[in-house]
């Protein structure tokens, strides 16, 4: 979908009407709802905390940069307050101090509770897109905040009481979410380039154990570890590396989603244990979130992809030794007392348990908070964070991107592999390249509308006909694509840019390095022949020496670069996995250039290309 490969990401009309215990609507209670007007921003709620009572929840408004203070048991909006922008999670420090992780803002929020009244205390810088946290506790006192630093590849070790980062621990990379143990006395990451679960001691920092999830996981969501601090889950989707076809979407050999058990905090990776979530004919779509009762006995999934909150009774779950296979395992899906799957509707994403029973999810795409029965299956209460009176476009563009029902039988949806309307890293055998066996790396969509001609190969030239092939092929939908349907996608990719690079001055300069790097690409490097303009791209296809011979396309269209630095796998097929290694093995300045490069001058070339 985005110039040089629109890998994945694909938009039906519907799917097949199945299992309707799990696809239909439930009765619920709607709280009123805020004024809304054609000027106000989508709340987007991500993530959610509660107080220790379970009487409140404190929201994180990932596109009003808010959160929003609710009396659950009311179903009451408080408060909102502004707080920066990109909040991507939010915990309770104490009963009247909460932290937002702010990933568009390079910065924590600490907002005071007095009462039924949020105020904004601080905003503190903290380093590179930081996204989740956990709270270290010892004798009912926070000790210390973790915070992932998710295009730096660290956790920041934060004092809670002053706001600013003690130090920092070096982790897997593109690190998102993060667990304690009940105990406090382990801190595990999940890493997703590639897909890892990295253990440190709290106390000492010391790495335990760095254990990859194996068959080729990705999109790591937010694990849980058990009461007796033995084991960790983890929900994430797993890439099988077959063709995208639709007889193997359907047979779940394209992508699955499964739930994987590891021994805490060390052991084999033999010690792993994964089971299939799918259902034949309706799969999950994006699982992103787990959590436990307090009691252990239940795992509460969130699903964002199919809309849906999935309920396991964890001493009933059939963990298969070896392969896991690709679904659900029967006599798991048989037993309608320890699994369930309640529609929810819209993007349910972070949640946590209230009580035993009752779970309160934070969803994205509806603006609001929900709280769901758990015993009686379904959403008791909604309560409406604010939003517009209408859709725009790209928000309709935005719900079709996310939506997994509009792929067959609900396998995935475009963030699938365009994770958050970027990358997943991941490759993929479609027929964008001309046929099958040259899997290729997705790409970024950001800028994706100003960066083309379309395909690594560049032969598609008008991104409305690519979006739809992608749609009809990738995704494999069984029905028409409309015209309004492209038209919303193409809204909502407009909105995807570059983040603000972090590899810069405070004024937003290059380095010194940098600027001599500047120059080596517009000089002697060569880079600027193929990579110019805005988005350092180009509209033409070039003879590189990088195709492979199940490459039926032998020229390539040069990928921009801007956002370089987020990015973990490089090159047409990911063969490369830093920029040093492009630079030093596979695309070398002599041979484009004719010239090699002293050690300076490719160290300040680095330092340019990050800065973009």
Not at 177 to 206: F, M, Y
Not at 231 to 256: M, Q, S, Y
Not at 345 to 353: A, H, K, T, Y
Request: charged share 20%.
């Amino acid at each position: 979908m985005h110039a040089r490969g629109w890998i994945t990401c694909g938009v039906a009309l519907a799917v097949m009407a199945v299992w309707s215990w799990c696809r239909a609507e439930t009765p619920q209670t709607q709280a009123t709802a805020p004024n809304a007007s054609a000027d106000q921003p989508h709340r987007s709620p991500v993530a959610v905390a509660l107080t220790d009572d379970g009487r409140l929840a404190l929201s994180a408004n990932s596109t009003s940069g808010s959160v929003s203070l609710v009396d659950v048991s009311q179903g009451k909006l408080l408060q909102e307050l502004t707080v920066g922008a990109g909040p991507a999670d939010v915990v309770w420090i104490n009963s009247g101090l909460a932290a937002v992780s702010l990933k568009d803002a390079d910065s924590l929020a600490f907002v005071r509770r007095t009462e039924e009244v949020l105020t904004l205390e601080r905003v503190v810088a903290i380093g590179d897109e930081p996204r989740g946290m956990v709270v270290h506790r010892a004798d009912g006192q926070a000790l210390r905040l973790f915070v992932t630093l998710s295009t730096s590849d660290q956790i920041a070790v934060v004092n809670p009481a002053t706001g600013l980062v003690e130090a920092t621990w070096e982790t897997g990379g593109v690190p998102r979410t993060l667990a304690i143990s009940p105990n406090g006395r382990w801190l595990a990451s999940c890493c997703n380039s590639p897909a890892e679960i990295l253990v440190h001691d709290t106390q000492s920092g010391e790495l335990i154990s760095r254990r990859k999830v194996f068959d080729v996981a990705f999109n790591l969501g937010t694990p849980v570890v058990t009461p007796d601090n033995s084991l960790l889950l983890l929900p994430h989707a797993v890439n099988r590396g077959f063709p995208v076809t639709t007889r193997n979407i359907e047979i779940g050999w394209v992508i699955d989603n499964r739930l994987t058990k590891f021994p805490m905090p060390d052991g084999e990776v033999g010690d792993q244990k994964q089971m299939g979530l799918d259902v034949h004919a309706a799969a999950v779509g994006d699982a992103h979130a787990a959590v436990l009762s307090p009691d252990g006995k239940w795992v509460a999934v969130s699903c964002g992809g199919s809309h849906e909150l999935l309920m396991l009774q964890l001493d009933a779950i059939p963990w298969p030794g070896g392969d896991p296979g690709d679904f659900l395992p029967r006599e798991l899906e048989r037993n309608r007392q320890a699994f369930g799957r309640i529609p929810l509707g819209g993007r349910p994403l972070g949640l946590q348990f209230s009580g035993t029973s009752t779970v309160v999810v934070a969803n994205a795409l509806k603006n609001s908070l929900q709280v769901v029965d758990l015993a009686g299956r379904k959403v008791v209460r909604e309560i409406p964070l604010g939003g517009p009176a209408e859709l725009s476009l790209a928000r309709r563009g935005e719900q079709l991107f996310y939506d997994a029902d509009r792929s067959h039988n609900s396998w995935y949806s475009c963030h699938t592999c365009h994770t958050e309307g970027h990358t997943s890293q991941q490759k993929f055998d479609t027929r964008n390249d001309g046929g099958y066996g040259a899997p290729k790396l997705t790409p970024t969509l950001r800028a994706v509308t100003a960066t083309g001609p379309w395909t690594w190969h560049g032969w598609q030239t008008d991104l409305s006909d690519a979006m739809r092939r992608s749609l009809k092929e990738s995704m494999s939908t069984q029905k028409e694509i409309t015209a309004a349907d492209t038209a919303a996608l193409l809204a909502y990719l407009e909105t995807l840019e570059p983040a603000p690079n972090p590899h810069r001055t405070s004024a937003g300069d290059l380095t010194e390095s940098a600027r001599r790097g500047l120059a080596v690409f517009e000089g002697k490097g060569g880079c600027a022949d193929c990579h110019a303009g805005d988005h350092l791209t180009s509209d033409k296809v070039y003879t590189v020496g990088l195709a492979e011979p199940r490459d039926r396309m032998r020229e390539f269209n040069p990928p921009t670069l801007r956002g370089l630095y987020t990015r973990r796998r490089f090159l047409h097929d990911g063969r490369a996995k830093s920029l040093e290694e492009v630079l030093s093995e596979h695309h070398r300045p002599e041979d484009i250039a004719g010239e090699a490069l002293s050690e300076q001058e490719l160290a300040d070339l680095l330092s340019y290309l990050r800065s973009l």
